[in-house]
């Protein structure tokens, strides 16, 4: 049986969904499948951590408003047909990021138009109106089937990791030194387990696509939601 062709269209600001997606391609490649990767760039070069406490509120303000971050055009070959796309990113103010926005804005329908897409989601913890929303979009593009979500939330406990988080996009290293909050935020972002998880996930998925199984009856989202670091 020929081999399946996943697409992976990824955007990552601080590393999260790159470090996830890197351990899951391994594992659907150890499968047989064949990947290729396309990550999305924008075109000013974000800088992270934000660095200031104004700046990263008006980050967060703007980007609960949806606003669009340029990004530069895809390679030509992502422009196919595939058995899957996986479209990856984090949740930014409960949306999809600015980057991913921009490219269904820009190439939505070229990109989607009658295909199989799941969604991958990285996020502190509240991903529910970041699929809905990109759902709807993806909708709109004239997607085949969005499939149920992958979602790796931060395993550290609130209000720990919202406050975290915070911090850390402030350009404070919350996990750093010998201060009481260290020992309840040990790390900000997805713990190493995790990152394995997402590898025998990659593994399960390629098996799965390989097979020739229905996809739309595959669900990722729960153990991974609930584990602790
Ligand atoms: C501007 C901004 C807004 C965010 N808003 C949310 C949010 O609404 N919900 C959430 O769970 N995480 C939120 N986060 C946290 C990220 O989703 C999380 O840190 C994710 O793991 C980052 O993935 P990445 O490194 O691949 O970009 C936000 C991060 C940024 C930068």
Redesign the pocket.
């Known amino acids: 049986m020929a081999n399946k062709r996943v697409l992976i269209l990824s955007?990552?600001?601080?590393?999260?969904?790159?470090n996830l997606l890197k351990t899951m391609v391994a594992g659907m490649e150890e499968e047989g499948v064949e990947i290729v990767w396309e990550r999305i760039f924008t075109v000013e070069k974000l800088r992270f951590p934000i660095g200031t406490i104004p700046s990263t509120f008006i980050?967060?303000l703007q980007?609960f408003f949806r606003k669009r971050y340029p990004i530069n055009p895809l390679n030509e070959s992502a422009f196919q047909d595939w058995d899957m796309i996986i479209l990856a990113?984090?949740?930014?103010?409960?949306n999809p990021?600015g980057p991913v926005l921009s490219l269904l804005d820009d190439e939505g329908k070229k990109l989607f138009k009658n295909q199989t897409v799941l969604p991958m989601i990285?996020?502190?913890?509240?991903?529910r109106v970041h699929y809905w929303g990109l759902k709807s979009l993806l909708n709109k593009c004239d997607v085949k089937t969005v499939l149920s979500p992958i979602v790796f939330?931060?395993p550290t406990p609130e209000p720990w990791r919202t406050i975290g988080?915070f911090l850390k996009?402030a350009g404070r290293t919350p996990e750093a030194g010998t201060s009481w909050f260290r020992r309840v935020y040990p790390k900000y972002?997805?713990s190493r387990k995790q990152v394995e998880k997402a590898g025998y996930l990659g593994k399960e998925l390629g098996h799965d696509i390989q097979s020739g199984m229905e996809l739309t009856g595959l669900s990722f989202e729960t153990p991974i939601r609930t584990e602790t670091a």
């Open positions: 955007y990552s600001y601080s590393h999260q969904t790159r980050m967060m980007t990113g984090p949740t930014w103010s409960y990021s990285s996020c502190r913890g509240y991903w939330s931060h988080v996009l972002g997805h």
